[in-house]
């Protein structure tokens, strides 16, 4: 995945920013749910 790439090009810093995107894109959905 590009993910993976992303990971082993930025090191550990970016898990942060990573898991940021990704609880983003899992929450969207339950905002347009509502």
């Known amino acids: 995945m590009i993910f993976d790439k992303i990971l082993y090009r930025c090191g550990d ?7 940021g995107i ?3 894109v899992g929450y969207a959905p339950l905002l347009v749910l509502r």
């Open 13 to 19: 810093f970016d898990w942060v920013h990573l898991l």
């Open 22 to 24: 990704c609880g983003a």
